[in-house]
């Protein structure tokens, strides 16, 4: 469903979708039809209501990191972040794309 009549960007489905909070960022790794693999960076915005409620809510995907490697498939299980050595940050970075 969706919200305030709100269409979404996205209506393939996806399976075993996990939501991470990384550094405040909000993402979502998954699997797909197209692909064995993907993290998502989540984007989530809403009015908020005189009674602590919310309308409009809506939630999309900003940027998506999609592997069609074959070892990935199932591993949305197990993501882990660590500091980057150069920036200190803790934002998953896209990998080169693999070879077809």
């Not at 996806?14 to 064995?36: E, K, P, Q, V």
Request: glycine content about 8%; aromatic content about 8%; hydrophobic content about 35%.
């Amino acid at each position: 469903g969706v919200s305030d009549g709100y269409l979404p960007p996205w209506v393939k489905p996806s399976y075993d979708t996990r939501l991470l909070n990384i550094d405040g960022r909000l993402f979502a790794t998954t699997t797909c039809l197209a692909c064995h693999f993907m993290v998502a960076l989540v984007q989530v915005t809403a009015t908020v209501t005189s009674d602590g409620g919310v309308v409009e809510l809506r939630a999309w995907a900003s940027k998506r990191w999609p592997s069609k490697d074959v070892w990935a498939q199932g591993r949305n299980q197990a993501i882990f972040a660590a500091p980057d050595s150069a920036t200190g940050s803790t934002t998953p970075t896209p990998s080169p794309p693999s070879p077809p």
